[in-house]
């Protein structure tokens, strides 16, 4: 089932051009996929060609990611957002993550794009609706594999219960494993590029259907 996802007059305030695309997919995980591998360590090599840890700042979408964290008083360089995160560890000589191929796929989309990607499982999403707002201070959220992590400032998705994903982390709550059946990605588009934006959002799609056992996938745009 698809979610309403709407755009919170604090995140439009200082993002008025934002554009987001949602990927649902049906599909079955595995913990690891040799040829989605391949694909990665090609993209990890393309992109070492092409930026250094500095020049990675000026990518449109991850420039405007980090443009929106200072408006909103949080420092991208203490809370980085995970699409420069990915970038700035391949460029730094180092190994991606290897998590699950639902994962994987994510990641390497988001290293080829810049754009900061929340993936979750849509059947632990609580009600119908994500809104996009701002961290509050205090508000309670468990990023995955980093404990408790302070949101205050941070753009931030809510579902009937409460945080589910930040450009910097997502919530364990809503997490994929090797269990997830229903996939919910979001792509963030702080940089107003509907068309890049969208163009992430296929390579997501087309990712699963290559990779994954992937039943069914659709793409909306909000």
Known sequence: ?????IVGDCILAVCPDFKGA???ADFVNSSYCAELWKEIELSVSHCREQYTTESL??????EA????????????????PSGEALVRRVLQGKDLYQINTAVDLINLASIEY?????????????GDTLRLGVGRKDEPYEGIGRGMLNIEGLPVYRDKI????????????????LDTTQL????????????????????????????????C?????F
């Open 184 to 215: 919910l990605a979001i792509v963030n588009g702080y940089d107003g590029n509907a068309l890049g934006v969208m163009a992430c959002a296929q390579r997501i799609a087309d990712l699963m259907g290559k990779y994954t056992d992937c039943m």
């Open 217 to 221: 996938c659709d793409i909306a745009s």
């Open 57 to 62: 700042k000026q990518i449109p979408s991850i």
């Open 114 to 126: 810049g754009y900061s990607i929340g993936g979750f499982d849509r059947s632990k999403i609580e």
């Open 162 to 177: 409460g945080g589910i994903g930040t450009p910097t982390s997502d919530h364990e709550r809503t997490s994929l494993s």
């Open 22 to 24: 949602a990927v649902y």
């Open 1 to 5: 089932m698809m979610k309403e996802i």
């Open 65 to 80: 990611t980090r443009t929106v964290y200072r408006k909103l008083g949080k420092d991208p360089s203490r809370y980085r």
